[in-house]
């Protein structure tokens, strides 16, 4: 039975794009589930809004964005159903050939404006590898989408995965190569720069501190948050081993760092407990760590978790591999 609503949700969202879905997924103890969404791999929450943006994903090539309420789950895809008009900036970015209304969505990140404006970047695979850019209006009755750009990724990266906005119209951006990949950074003028000393195996996530002195990265292969100086000599690097392959990384509430990801195999062959979700709350100045949350199941509608979130009184997980929902956990 529990299969058959799944499903029946699913196909309707499918052929529903412009209906709000409040339905909740059943519960899994004390674990609950915002449905509505397919694979949502990426999660944001827009400051001082109710709504969370998600990345979704179909297939290799194409996926929506969606808006998920915090109060009443509601859930409605921005992009591409619902979206406005595009209207390329082609001064800010002239590299950018047109608009792409077709590609997987992956990782996002925010650009705070004002009174109700952002900007938001959402990094794009498909028939083009690069971060789409929309105007984000959040004035309304639910968030509205505009596609004004497009930033090429850098030439000779595998697959750019996270981004982060930086002073000064900056991004910083990860390129995820479990055998050796590295930061960027991009701005209008320079165009893509790689980070110096940021060569690592399989960054992934990525936040930056608001006076953008560091970064934090998701060490994937390393299974560690890993603090990164910017822009200062000598550079500096430390490792905060967490346990798991980190996914993406997020600011928490209280100013520390929210770590999401799982352990899907065991390292050398040796002995390990797998795990769909792990989080992690690491200190950015002490880099103490302290476990959150270890979903070893999973269950049909929930399969690997890839981000998280702090929403109120709960931690938020997108995920992928066939994921349908996302998993609310108590804090």
Known sequence: MLRTLILCSFIMGLFTPNAFSAEACHSDGDVQFVCGTTNPEDLYQVPGTPWVIA????????????????????????FPANALAPEHDTATYRDCPGPNPVFQPHGLTLREGSSGMHTLYVVGHGTREAIEVFALDVRGSAPTLKWIGCIPSPEGTARINSITALPGGTLGATNFDPSGGELWEWDASTGWIEVPGSQMNGPNGLVSSANGQWFYVGGWSDQAL????????PIQIELAPVG???????????????????????????????????VARVNPDTLAVQQLVNYTEGNEFFRLGTVAIEVEDEIWIG?????????????
Do not use: M
């Open 55 to 78: 990345s979704g994903r179909t297939s290799d090539s194409e996926g929506p964005i969606y808006a998920v309420h915090i109060l009443d789950h509601r859930v409605q895809e921005i």
């Open 226 to 233: 890993v603090r990164l100086s910017r822009r200062q000599s």
């Open 244 to 278: 798991f392959n980190v996914d993406n990384v997020r600011w928490g509430n209280d100013g520390n760092i929210i770590v999401a990801g799982h352990v899907t195999r065991c390292a050398d062959g040796s002995d390990c407990e797998l795990s769909v979700a792990r």
């Open 319 to 331: 995920g992928i591999r066939g994921s349908l929902g996302i998993a609310r956990f108590p804090k």
